[in-house]
């Protein structure tokens, strides 16, 4: 099944189809930079540190996905979870990736809703895969953004 079928199949259950707006993800991934940049803040605690990188994940995202034509249903339990995991149908990031991400975001809630520390091993991966997820959602804009999928609508 092809990618967009997948996709379309989650519209009213955890996505919604959006018109391809390159201002709206041209401000995502800009927010998604700054989240970043200011995640490598030595002044912050590990923790802030970690929530930016975390937050830089999660806006690059969403803006691969908007780059597909979907939005993620915020109103709907799992939002973060369904945003890495549609990142294989959206930019073709890999299975092992996908599950770092989201053992990250796991961790992340444990984090924010558990008092979880922030080591400095575990800050550096998620800064890591931030920054390689970054690489890899431009690198995919650069080479489909330009008409990907919306020939179909």
Do not use: C
């Not at 605690?45 to 979907?70: P, T, V």
């Not at 575990?122 to 953004?145: G, K, R, Y």
């Amino acid at each position: 099944m092809e990618t967009h079928s997948l996709l379309k199949n989650l519209i009213g259950i955890t996505l919604d189809s959006i018109e391809y707006d390159n201002l709206s993800i041209a401000r995502l991934l800009e927010a998604s930079q700054s989240s970043l940049k200011d995640a490598q803040l030595k002044g912050l605690s590990n923790e802030s540190r970690f929530d930016l990188a975390y937050k830089s994940i999660i806006q690059a995202s969403n803006a691969a996905l908007q780059a597909n034509g979907y939005r993620v249903l915020t109103s709907k339990p799992g939002h973060h979870q369904t945003l890495i995991q549609t990142l294989a149908l959206t930019i073709g990031t890999d299975t092992r990736t996908l599950i770092t991400l989201d053992q990250l975001r796991k961790q992340r809630n444990a984090i924010d809703y558990l008092g979880d520390i922030v080591s400095d091993a575990m800050l550096n991966e998620l800064m890591s895969q931030a920054q390689m997820l970054s690489i890899q959602i431009n690198e995919w804009l650069v080479t489909n953004a330009t008409g990907f999928l919306r020939k179909d609508k």
